[in-house]
């Protein structure tokens, strides 16, 4: 079944406003625009990010742009989440990581709406995502972007329509607008000379830059980036991560960051969590992950080959395996 | 013996769930209304399906115009009938012929695109991406398919019969010379523009809707791998030619049931 | 990535061939309009024997077709089938004793009404009945008749 149907419409069309629920704005003392770089960094044994620590405790959601709670999500005979808990504070950039097959695309899918959990609340921006209609979706997203990992460009139409396409569907704006927005976007991600090529002609690293420039185009205020580092080359890579550092800053955004790669992500990002197993096995700073009292938790952050996770997929041993026909 | 039935009744609980998704995705695509830049999605796909399977359906037609028109001929001419060979084949076209070929070829040609570029939008996160901007493909991509299809069909269907009346009539009167009076005037005699002309077009129409239905539902629905997407396209082409074969009995039935 | 003034272009020409294509198929592939209703006046004829005829059959004036069986049904009063047939109002002149005879196509072929113009002043109007009439003769009688014959000598 595709992901697309399950996320069925009913209902009325109730419609969403972006912004903070109402009984949020009560406490406008309580919002944390930004949590200070400088911040996370404590290290005081507790491996949980300041922000955190403030607004669970009183449950203040004002200050998160996204709140998992208790999600769990069953595939098959497979359970990719068991109540796996997660904060994205506005403004920051959060990274998630883990070993390959922990699902982490699917949560990215399950905060978008293309996939309903199967219990556990997923509330982005004051809304509860599993519970909203398709309508009330379509609207919601016009405020999220995805970078998705292979880049998801519209293969029929130019770089420059690609750009244009979310302005187009979206706003009623004059062409010469649409324009001039279009080339201030591919400006942004240093592509403006690429305009009039076609999706097939772009390189990896291109084709990725330009659907950020695509992804901004609309200038949401949440990015979910889905392995935005794979497969570039290591200038790619550079101008990669200084593009999303600088598109955080200079336009207010909150950014949701899975990925790999280890190095690159630790740089960027405020807070970070690790998933193993369908849960959240260390979270905090990239500096208080690395001293982390979890060794899984250091073996992921320091890449070594063996250790909690296993290097060998379970099997009997070698020898019986090798000795088996005898 | 109970594990058949029940592999049958996953079957069959496997084509109910795939029928409503199909259901689903028809009436959710059909119920969009239309909106500004609709027109050029559409002319886009009425180029796509319609006129680039232009060629095969014009080669299609003359050829088998030419044939009927042959073989018409040399079994008719035994009993000196040579001059209704105008008549049989177009009644055979206009009724039967015309509607069903064009279906299999619109369905080989055009159906089968459709089914693999959907699904190649699937697998490359296209149609994903376009849901997270909170753009519905199925407004955006599926309807104008949809919509192109219904428009195609009729009309590909009449330039079929046109083309191949055509044919037979330049193998018939041109070269083996029966008189072209008696060909054209017997199948002006025994042709009527409802019976014949208007139900096979009703035919047209009703495949071009099946047709691009299924086109559009197997790539929506397709396996996003390389695999998925060849299975999904063979999938179109051998649903819709079987839809199109039982559908012009059924349709036969209905429409010139009424023999009396 | 073709430029959309080629698509509409090319478009714009399919759609006009495939209305020139129907043009073509309605007016010189199709019937001068015996099927339509417009031109043409219904006549009424009781057959004792109408036995092949069909709805749709030809009504046919020395030779040429000049209209269609309309319909077929029986007079429950004198038990005859009564045929209704659309006769183009191009020969809206035809005399009230004109007779209707049902006959054979061919050998083997299907059955049609042929009409033989009497010679009276006053013609036929939409809704008279043709009392001159001739049933069908079929095949199968006029064998069973010979059998007969041969075997009473």
């Known amino acids: 079944m595709p992901v697309w149907d399950r996320a069925a419409s009913r209902g009325q069309g109730r419609p969403i406003r972006w912004g903070m629920p109402s009984h949020c704005k009560a406490r406008p003392s309580a919002r944390l625009a930004r949590v200070p770089y400088a911040a996370m960094s404590v290290s005081d044994g507790i491996v949980r990010a300041p922000n955190r620590l403030s607004c669970w405790a009183t449950h203040q959601v004002t200050d998160n742009l996204i ?45 978008g709406g293309q996939i309903r959990p199967d219990s556990g609340r997923v509330i982005v921006d004051g809304h509860d995502v599993p519970k909203l209609s398709r309508d009330e979706l379509f609207e919601l997203r016009r405020n ?84 935005p580092f794979t497969g570039q080359d290591p200038i790619a890579m550079g101008v990669l991560v200084s593009l999303i550092r600088g598109l955080n800053e200079s336009l207010a955004m909150t950014s949701l960051v899975v990925s790999h790669d280890i190095h690159e992500t630790a740089s960027i990002a405020d807070q970070m969590y690790i998933i193993s197993d369908g849960r959240v096995i260390g979270e905090g700073s990239p500096k208080e992950l690395r001293d982390h009292p979890s060794t899984m938790v250091r073996q992921f952050m320091l890449g070594s080959p063996d250790g909690p996770v296993p290097f060998h997929y379970p099997a009997d041993t070698f020898l019986d395996d090798v000795m088996g026909d005898a | ?70 073989q018409g001929y040399t079994q008719l001419a035994r ?33 089968s695109a459709v089914t693999a570029e959907i699904g190649l939008m699937k697998a490359t996160d296209q149609l994903s991406a376009m849901e997270m901007m909170g753009v519905d493909p199925l407004h955006r991509i599926i309807a104008p398919r949809l919509w192109a299809g219904m428009i195609c069909m009729p009309l590909l269907t009449a330039i079929f019969n046109a083309v191949a009346i055509g044919g037979s009539a330049i193998v ?21 523009r409802w019976e014949d002309i208007g139900k096979g077009m009703v035919k047209a129409g009703v495949f071009g809707v099946v047709i691009s239905w299924i086109a559009v539902f ?28 039982a559908l012009d009995f059924l349709l036969t039935l209905v429409m010139y049931g009424d023999f009396n | 990535m073709i430029r959309m003034r080629t698509i509409e272009i090319s478009v714009g020409a399919f759609v006009l061939a495939g209305i020139l294509c129907l043009v073509f198929l309605a007016f010189r592939v199709s019937g001068v309009g015996v099927g339509d209703t417009s031109g043409s006046y219904l006549l ?37 089938a009564l045929v209704t047939m659309q006769v183009s109002q191009d020969v809206a002149n035809l005399p009230v004793d004109t007779g209707a005879r049902i006959q054979t196509e061919g050998f083997l072929g299907g059955r049609y009404i042929s009409l033989i113009p009497g010679g009276e002043e006053q013609v036929l109007h939409n809704g008279d009945t043709i009392t001159n009439t001739q049933g069908a003769i079929g095949l199968e009688g006029l064998i069973d008749t010979f059998i007969s014959k041969m075997g009473s000598k």
Do not use: C
């Not at chain 2, 079957?11 to 609709?38: E, H, K, N, T």
């Not at chain 2, 018939?172 to 009527?192: I, R, T």
């Open chain 1, 67 to 111: 709140e998992i709670e208790g999600l769990r999500f069953v595939r098959g005979d497979r359970i990719i989440f068991d109540g796996l808990d997660l904060v994205v504070p506005r403004g920051s950039i959060t990274a998630l990581m883990g070993p390959s097959g922990t699902g982490k695309t699917t949560l990215l899918q399950i905060i």
């Open chain 1, 144 to 227: 999220m972007g995805m970078l998705f990992q292979s880049s998801a460009l519209f293969t029929d139409i130019s770089v420059f329509e690609n750009v244009a396409f979310p302005l187009r569907a979206h706003t009623n704006l004059p062409d010469e607008m649409i324009r001039d927005l279009v080339l201030m976007k591919l400006n942004a991600v240093g592509l403006r000379g690429a305009r009039d090529l076609m999706p097939s002609q772009l390189s990896g690293g291109m084709s990725r830059r330009v659907a950020l420039a695509r992804t901004i185009a609309l200038d949401p205020k949440f990015i979910m980036y889905d392995e």
């Open chain 2, 1 to 70: 013996m109970l594990r058949y039935l029940r592999l049958l009744g996953q079957w069959a609980l496997d084509w109910i769930g795939a029928l409503g998704r199909a259901s689903a995705v028809w009436f959710r695509s059909m119920a969009g209304l239309p909106r500004r830049g609709d027109m050029t999605l559409l002319l886009k796909q009425v180029y796509q399906i319609g006129v680039l399977s232009l060629i095969i359906i014009v080669l299609s037609a003359f050829s088998i115009g030419a044939v009927l028109a042959l």
């Open chain 2, 79 to 111: 009993v000196g009938a040579e001059e209704s060979v105008g008549l049989g084949v177009a009644l055979v076209l206009l009724r039967e012929l015309g509607p069903v070929v064009t279906g299999l070829l619109f369905a080989g040609r055009a159906g």
């Open chain 2, 172 to 192: 018939g009167v041109d070269w083996l010379g029966v008189d072209a009076g008696g060909f054209w005037g017997g199948m002006q005699d025994g042709v009527q």
């Open chain 2, 218 to 245: 197997q790539g929506y629905d397709s396996t996003p791998t390389a695999e998925g997407i060849s299975v999904a396209t063979t999938k179109t082409v051998v649903y819709s030619s079987v839809a199109v074969l």
């Open chain 3, 44 to 80: 009424n004829a009781k057959f004792n024997d109408v036995a092949g005829l069909r709805v749709r059959s030809k009504v046919s004036l020395a030779g040429v077709t000049i209209g269609r069986v309309a319909k077929i049904g029986v007079d429950s009063e004198t038990a005859e």
